[in-house]
């Protein structure tokens, strides 16, 4: 075989240290804060696989801050299982290789699972030095030194009295001595650290010169505490809460999904927030995953803030969020279903929770209600609705009318609502976020009659004048209708309350899109090819309805003024006024309309003839 077809050795790639740290700081990790988190989670895991071996080991991890020199260090010491030097060789200085794949445990046991969490320490560290003791029989203390630049140093130490376990010490750069700082790194390692269920303490300074060991983890999981009462447990919730999430919270929710090895706690909120904006602290095998973390819980699930710790669910590599597999999957959906069932259980109850939840977060419980037949049935019966009666319960309007009208708008409610109200129609506003699709979701639900309010419900109930009335202003009505053909509206005169009131403006839906096609063929005859023109074509009611009120006295005097430029003036202000009172705004041509009628009202008010005055001396 010829040198040429030879088969050349394998070599390994290299690896820059350098750049490998600014991936993993600018590309991997949050920021830099998370090497306290790294560290605690190797010590962790070490412990892990030496109580494996030996349950009776102590389990315990100790921080201390210090300078060198006027450098910043920080001493990590945990009792693990240790290193040799061949193990140390291998895993310290191979990036993506992890002592978890080698034991027998399996990589569920470990927090850490890829292999590079000692290298997330040089965003902070010029330098790690790594003084182990195996719990292998007979094995020699090692010590591991790694530097920034890539290079590192591996020794046996000369037996000694070293405890079987880890020291991991770490050697501030000149830009990241404040994250070595003491306060800082109490912060932190209370923040990922808190739950673990081992023996953790920093050591703190007392006073200016003396210093002692301060434990920051806990025993118990807050939620599983035991507590005296359901009522002193509720206040040790609530205090948790206020700690960690920073509000008092209405009440608590607690949640349990045992096959998944997920338990926790969700804090319903004292105020309304915006829906997304849930964001949930996750804990894995009790260290802190992250505290913005939405992936948990449903969308719909804003109104709470959660406390979740499991066993089961798998971090990503940068271990700041949940990896998106079936055990995510099923978690969320059993946690949204004990927050529904206790939505179910609580809601209609009448208690002082049940009317502050519904109060404050009505609008979590319309989104839940949009893809849930049960939420949606009570939605209808506890969460009150604007209505022309006042806020009422769709089904307490259902039971009393028989049927649910509703208007999609604000602006047709605001146009409808007082004449409405003035002829016992119980109109509900479905304006509102959520409020229309909920109400087309009724409308399929056995039992239930919604429909959108068309003009002739409206018409329906208003009055008729005396027919000597409207025989007397049959002529004016015409007229009316003459002058505003312009604007597809027709005009009727009907009694109504309140007489304060002088003309509403109805709609009808259907008429109101043929309107905005007679706009849009007009601005652009030749787009639609002659499409829109064979839809105006075809025969329909005006889309408009102005109805003068006879029992208001502006009414009365437009109609005595027929025929005269005042009328005009009159009934296009009146028109326009119903316009606005609708909740619409005015065209630039409607503006000056309104502009014309004005004036034509003050010039036709001018121009009268002043009365004689009784002053003789005049």
């Known amino acids: 075989m010829s040198d040429a077809l030879r088969p050349r050795p394998?070599?390994?790639?290299?690896?820059?240290?350098?750049?490998?740290?600014?991936?993993?700081?600018?590309?991997?990790?949050?920021?830099?804060?998370?090497?306290?988190?790294?560290?605690l989670q190797n010590a962790v895991d070490a412990i892990t696989a030496r109580r494996a071996e030996a349950t009776d080991t102590p389990a315990r991890i100790r921080l201390s801050c210090f300078e060198v020199d006027g450098v910043a260090s920080l001493e990590v010491t945990?009792?693990?299982?240790?290193?040799?030097?061949?193990?140390?060789?291998?895993?310290?200085?191979?990036?993506?290789?992890?002592?978890?794949?080698?034991?027998?445990?399996?990589?569920?046991?470990?927090?850490?699972?890829?292999?590079?969490?000692?290298?997330?320490?040089?965003m902070v560290a010029d330098q790690i030095e790594v003084v182990s003791r195996s719990a292998r029989p007979g094995a020699a203390p090692v010590r591991w030194v790694g530097y920034a630049d890539g290079t590192f140093e591996l020794a046996e130490l000369p037996a000694s009295t070293l405890e079987i376990g880890s020291r991991v010490r770490l050697t501030a750069r000149r830009d990241a001595a404040h994250w070595l700082d003491p306060e800082t790194v109490l912060g932190l390692a209370t923040e990922y650290g808190s739950l673990l269920p081992l023996d953790v303490a920093i050591e703190v300074p007392v006073g200016t010169e003396g210093t002692r060991w301060r434990r920051i983890s806990a025993t118990e999981l807050p939620w599983q505490q035991p507590h005296e009462s359901p009522q002193a447990r509720a206040a040790a919730l609530a205090a948790y809460c206020e700690q960690v999430f920073g509000f008092t919270p209405l009440?608590?929710?607690?949640?349990?999904?045992?096959?998944?090895?997920?338990?926790?706690?969700?804090?319903?909120?004292?105020?309304?927030?915006?829906?997304?904006?849930?964001r949930h602290r996750v804990y894995v095998k009790r260290m802190l995953l992250?505290?913005?973390?939405?992936?948990?819980?449903?969308d719909w699930a804003f109104f709470v803030r959660a406390v979740v710790n499991s066993d089961s669910l798998v971090p990503t590599a940068s271990r700041e969020q949940v990896h998106s597999d079936e055990i995510l999957l099923a978690t969320r959906e059993a946690l949204a279903d004990q927050l529904k069932n206790w939505a179910l259980s609580t809601l209609d109850s009448g208690t002082t929770l049940a009317r502050q939840f519904i109060t404050t977060h009505h609008l979590a419980l319309r989104a839940l209600a949009l893809s849930d037949n049960d939420m949606l049935d009570l939605v209808a019966a506890v969460v009150p609705f604007e209505t022309?009666?006042?806020?009422?319960p769709l089904a307490q309007v259902a039971s009393v009318s028989g049927e649910l009208l509703y208007t999609t708008t604000t602006e047709a409610y605001r146009r409808v609502a007082a004449v409405a109200r003035g002829q016992g129609l119980v109109v509900v506003n479905a304006g509102y976020v959520y409020d229309a699709d909920l109400l087309a979701r009724l409308q399929q639900r056995p039992g239930w009659r919604v429909r959108e309010l068309v003009s002739g419900d409206l018409e329906a109930v208003l009055r008729l004048p005396s027919a000597e009335r409207e025989t007397a202003t049959a002529a004016a009505v015409m007229a009316a209708r003459d002058l505003l053909a312009g604007e597809d509206c027709d005009v009727l005169l009907r009694v109504f309350e309140p007489s304060l009131v002088p003309a509403i403006l109805l709609r009808d839906a259907e008429g109101e899109h043929r309107r905005?096609?007679?706009?849009?063929?007009?601005?652009?005859?030749?787009?639609?090819?002659?499409?829109?023109?064979?839809?105006?074509?075809?025969?329909?009611?005006?889309s408009r309805t102005l109805v003068l009120n006879d029992a208001a006295d502006v009414v009365g005097k437009l109609i005595g003024a027929t025929g005269t430029p005042v009328f005009d003036a009159g009934l296009r202000s009146l028109y326009l006024s119903a316009v606005m009172l609708a909740g619409e705004g005015l065209r630039s041509g409607e503006v000056a309309a309104l502009n014309s009628a004005l004036s034509g009202l003050l010039d036709a008010s001018l121009a009268r003839p002043t009365a004689p005055s009784d002053d003789p001396g005049e």
Do not use: C, N
């Open 10 to 39: 394998a070599d390994r790639f290299q690896v820059d240290l350098v750049g490998m740290v600014d991936l993993l700081s600018h590309h991997l990790y949050s920021g830099p804060q998370v090497y306290l988190r790294e560290l």
């Open 78 to 122: 945990d009792t693990g299982i240790g290193l040799t030097l061949a193990e140390a060789g291998e895993l310290l200085a191979t990036i993506g290789r992890s002592s978890k794949r080698e034991f027998g445990l399996g990589r569920a046991e470990f927090i850490g699972q890829f292999g590079i969490g000692m290298m997330a320490a040089f």
């Open 251 to 278: 009440g608590h929710i607690d949640l349990s999904v045992p096959v998944a090895g997920v338990s926790g706690v969700a804090f319903i909120l004292p105020q309304a927030v915006t829906p997304g904006s849930g």
């Open 290 to 298: 992250g505290p913005r973390i939405d992936q948990v819980l449903p």
């Open 388 to 392: 022309t009666d006042g806020p009422l």
């Open 516 to 542: 905005e096609l007679d706009r849009e063929r007009r601005a652009a005859p030749d787009r639609w090819s002659g499409l829109l023109d064979a839809l105006a074509d075809q025969p329909t009611r005006r």
